[in-house]
């Protein structure tokens, strides 16, 4: 009996242990797609209750709570989840739910989602610093630096056989009107990294007319759509813009769709590998670059 009672009360204590653990973990929500993404790369997937509707990549955050598109929060689905801090970029919102989830106690950490390494590595280090982690938020960062040079070498080398192909990004919505990436933007900084010129010279995003797809007369088209992919995605596009199948893009099938999710929350981890698939698109008579795949660890 005496051993019985002993073996319980290890078992509780054991129990008692891990129900404390468990209770201390901090309680993250995630909002914006690259942002979720570098959380977990810099070892914080545990902390996550919820993410928002473009944090997809991984899957496995697929399986979290969703608590909406990152522009459009609502504070009650974000409180039932309890969490202790709300991560997002300058681009979460709208701010008066921002304001109501401070006044419930939930700190509120905004950071940059500008097109540049500056805000890159501004991001990771206060991602490094809530985990307690910062030697690591560097090393993804100076990981990151180096297969963007890797790519940069690439691009060189192939604009020393071939000039820069003129490129159109749109933004589009199951065949709507789709808008296209200007400057500042980073569709724009997507395009010249991976070696191309940027036919959208206004600033922002911007809807464009036939005539003025046709005046443009693009060699390539890069296609984020926000509901459909791959090739329902060009079908839908070309469908309901008949412009853009009399532009060199157009005749040569030069469409290349990619996830919109890419473009969210800043510069992710998933992007040097984009751009090495999309300067391929841009260059096809020059050898495939391979930066890895993979993630800064």
């Given at each position: 009996?005496?051993?019985?009672?002993?073996?319980?009360?290890?078992?509780?204590?054991?129990?008692?242990?891990?129900?404390?653990?468990?209770?201390?973990?901090p309680?993250?929500?995630?909002?914006g797609?690259?942002?979720?993404e570098?959380?977990?790369?810099?070892?914080?997937?545990?902390?996550?209750?919820?993410?928002?509707?473009?944090?997809?990549?991984?899957?496995?955050?697929?399986?979290?709570?969703?608590?909406?598109?990152?522009?459009?929060?609502?504070?009650?689905?974000?409180?039932?989840?309890?969490?202790?801090?709300?991560?997002?970029?300058?681009?979460?919102?709208?701010?008066?739910v921002?304001?109501?989830?401070?006044?419930?106690?939930?700190?509120?950490?905004?950071?940059?989602a500008?097109?540049d390494?500056?805000s890159?590595?501004?991001?990771?280090?206060?991602?490094?610093?809530?985990?307690?982690?910062?030697?690591?938020?560097?090393?993804?960062?100076?990981?990151?630096?180096?297969?963007?040079?890797?790519?940069?070498?690439?691009?060189?080398?192939?604009?020393a056989?071939?000039?820069?192909?003129?490129?159109?990004?749109?933004?589009?919505?199951?065949?709507?009107?789709?808008?296209?990436?200007?400057?500042?933007?980073?569709?724009?900084?997507?395009?010249?990294?991976?070696?191309?010129?940027?036919?959208?010279?206004?600033?922002?995003?911007?809807?464009?007319?036939?005539?003025?797809?046709?005046?443009?007369?693009?060699?390539?088209?890069?296609?984020?759509?926000?509901?459909?992919?791959?090739?329902?995605?060009?079908?839908?596009?070309?469908?309901?813009?008949?412009?853009?199948?009399?532009?060199r893009?157009?005749?040569?099938?030069?469409?290349?769709?990619?996830?919109?999710?890419?473009?969210?929350?800043?510069?992710?981890?998933?992007?040097?590998?984009?751009?090495?698939?999309?300067?391929?698109?841009?260059?096809?008579?020059?050898?495939?670059?391979?930066?890895s795949?993979?993630?800064?660890?």
């Amino acid at each position: 009996m005496k051993l019985s009672n002993k073996v319980l009360a290890i078992a509780a204590g054991l129990f008692s242990s891990a129900w404390l653990q468990a209770a201390e973990t901090p309680r993250w929500v995630s909002a914006g797609g690259s942002l979720s993404e570098w959380v977990v790369v810099l070892g914080g997937e545990s902390r996550l209750v919820g993410v928002d509707s473009t944090s997809r990549h991984p899957a496995s955050l697929t399986n979290l709570a969703n608590v909406g598109y990152q522009r459009a929060l609502a504070a009650e689905g974000i409180l039932s989840l309890r969490p202790d801090l709300l991560l997002g970029s300058e681009e979460m919102g709208p701010p008066p739910v921002l304001e109501q989830l401070r006044g419930a106690g939930v700190k509120i950490a905004v950071l940059p989602a500008r097109a540049d390494l500056n805000s890159l590595h501004s991001s990771l280090q206060q991602i490094g610093d809530l985990l307690g982690d910062r030697a690591k938020a560097e090393q993804a960062f100076t990981q990151y630096q180096a297969q963007l040079s890797e790519q940069a070498q690439w691009v060189k080398a192939a604009q020393a056989k071939q000039p820069a192909p003129g490129v159109l990004f749109l933004i589009g919505h199951a065949g709507g009107s789709p808008m296209a990436g200007g400057k500042n933007t980073l569709a724009d900084w997507i395009i010249s990294q991976a070696g191309g010129r940027n036919l959208a010279t206004q600033a922002d995003y911007k809807v464009l007319s036939t005539e003025a797809l046709i005046a443009l007369d693009p060699e390539v088209v890069v296609l984020a759509d926000r509901q459909l992919q791959g090739e329902a995605a060009r079908a839908a596009l070309l469908k309901q813009n008949p412009a853009l199948a009399q532009t060199r893009a157009g005749r040569s099938g030069r469409l290349w769709v990619i996830d919109p999710t890419l473009l969210i929350g800043g510069l992710g981890p998933r992007l040097p590998a984009a751009l090495s698939d999309l300067a391929q698109v841009f260059y096809p008579s020059s050898k495939p670059s391979a930066p890895s795949a993979k993630p800064a660890p």
